[in-house]
């Protein structure tokens, strides 16, 4: 959630940053001095904002498509670029080098050009995010739960495995004298469902994989019974 917060914060800032270009490129020259009070907090809190943001997804990045990560850490890039090259001394030192006759048109050029690629690549970032986390809920509600017969399975551990993209589970079943007696979660990729790994017990205590969910956790408890599931339908 808090990734979501903080991206929320990066979309805002940047757009009050678009929309200050677009009523100096407009002539909305009223507006635009109102929108200039607000340019440099609002770069400041962009900066701010994708730092956390970056820290704040890094635990869950394997469970993103890459071009999420790959559009957001672009678009992160082309802001530096941005900041350095038309807020810092890296224009003086490229307008030299390319001995440049109108810096200042050089360099809202170049704050154009920057500006528009972030733009698309913002919208490419959230486009697939969108996507992505729509694959995901039709992955869960395409769970279902089979139920399995322990009597019927012999002796031994088995190792089961559900991916739902966001969230992923590993587990090892041992099952003696047609029960289960131990489950082991081998690995457990979730944003926000540390809390559902109390299923295992439940499912020890039931003998049935379709138990209640853990509150709060609900799609991590489906994934990790469905990985059960997969351990113990060996057929």
């Not at 089961?160 to 457990?188: C, M, N, Q």
């Amino acid at each position: 959630m808090s990734g979501i917060i903080t991206g929320f914060i990066c979309l805002s800032s940047f757009c009050i940053l678009l929309l200050k270009a677009l009523t100096r490129k407009c002539g909305l020259h009223r507006a635009d001095r109102h929108l200039m009070k607000l340019h440099k907090p609002a770069s400041g809190l962009l900066l701010l904002a994708s730092a956390a943001h970056i820290l704040l997804v890094l635990p869950v990045l394997r469970m993103r498509h890459v071009i999420v990560l790959i559009t957001g850490l672009c678009a992160v890039g082309c802001y530096l670029l941005l900041i350095v090259l038309c807020h810092g001394g890296g224009l003086r030192l490229l307008s030299a080098n390319r001995a440049v006759d109108n810096p200042a048109a050089y360099k809202l050029r170049l704050h154009r050009i920057l500006s528009a690629i972030m733009l698309c690549l913002i919208a490419v970032h959230i486009l697939f995010y969108y996507i992505d986390y729509a694959q995901y809920r039709q992955r869960i509600a395409a769970v279902s739960l089979r139920g399995v017969d322990t009597a019927r399975i012999q002796d031994g551990t088995y190792t089961g495995a559900y991916d739902a993209g966001y969230i992923y589970a590993k587990v090892s079943v041992t099952v003696t004298d047609g029960a289960i007696t131990d489950i082991r979660l081998l690995e457990h990729r979730h944003q926000r469902g540390s809390e559902a790994e109390k299923i295992v017990q439940d499912i020890i205590t039931s003998q049935h994989t379709d138990t209640d969910a853990v509150s709060g956790a609900t799609n991590s408890s489906l994934v990790i019974e469905k990985a059960v599931e997969n351990a113990l339908h060996t057929d």
